[in-house]
T-cell receptor, first 116, second 118 residues
Framework: AQTVTQSQPEMSVQEAETVTLSCTYD???????LFWYKQPPSRQMILVIR??????QNATENRFSVNFQKAAKSFSLKISDSQLGDAAMYFC?????????????FGKGTKLSVKP | GAVVSQHPSWVICKSGTSVKIECRSL??????MFWYRQFPKQSLMLMAT?????????EQGVEKDKFLINHASLTLSTLTVTSAHPEDSSFYIC??????????????FGDGTRLSIL
């Protein structure tokens, strides 16, 4: 079974600085998708960025980028120029392509605080 | 962009009553919808996968007679918590994705339902 591990329960960053959130996963599949979701206090799940495993190029979305290391099964999220609005819970998620019907497997999350 | 509407956002009811939560995909068709439960300060736990026109697939440990799922159309799935008790109090979130399971379409989440059973 696939698992997703986020080893940092909490992280803190100074406004305008850069922070990296860690995520590792375990799977026997060769093709899959990885996601980072943000959940602010409103508890709405917001997709931050996604990565297809067959793509070697790291995904980027404005201030958000990932460091995808397929061999190491690592998928970290880098937030540049951190803003107060980035404060939230961040969940790393895995989705297979096979017979799992596409459900997401989430890590336990990392709570990010942004200091002004 | 794709929008998923979840209703109600917050419900408080007495123990023993049944509560229905609706999840609608507003601008796309979704043969598959997912129901998650989230306890405070914890991650999302998949409860069941809802399939249009067929029975839902429940995760291990989730009582299918307790949490009834109906996916009668390509845009609507409902979760009914039957004979709710205080331990059922939680945050329930649905998500939906476009039809093809092999596509790279992400899941789109509803805003969640905070259920409080007195």
């Amino acid at each position: 079974a696939q698992t997703v591990t986020q080893s940092q329960p909490e992280m803190s960053v100074q406004e305008a600085e850069t922070v990296t959130l860690s995520c590792t996963y375990d799977t026997s599949e060769s093709d899959y998708y990885l996601f980072w979701y943000k959940q602010p206090p409103s508890r709405q799940m917001i997709l931050v960025i996604r990565q297809e495993a067959y793509k070697q190029q790291n995904a980027t979305e404005n201030r958000f980028s990932v460091n995808f290391q397929k061999a190491a099964k690592s998928f970290s999220l880098k937030i540049s120029d951190s803003q107060l609005g980035d404060a939230a819970m961040y969940f790393c998620a895995y989705r297979g392509i096979g017979g799992s019907q596409g459900n997401l497997i989430f890590g336990k999350g990392t709570k990010l605080s942004v200091k002004p | 962009g794709a929008v998923v509407s979840q209703h109600p956002s917050w419900v408080i009811c007495k123990s023993g009553t049944s509560v229905k939560i609706e999840c609608r995909s507003l601008d796309f068709q979704a043969t598959t919808m997912f129901w998650y439960r989230q306890f405070p300060k914890q991650s999302l736990m998949l409860m069941a996968t809802s399939n249009e026109g067929s029975k839902a697939t429940y995760e291990q440990g989730v009582e299918k007679d307790k949490f009834l799922i109906n996916h009668a159309s390509l845009t609507l799935s409902t979760l009914t918590v039957t004979s709710a008790h205080p331990e059922d109090s939680s945050f329930y979130i649905c998500s939906a994705r476009r039809t093809n399971p092999l596509s790279n379409q992400p899941q789109h989440f509803g805003d969640g339902t905070r259920l409080s059973i007195l």
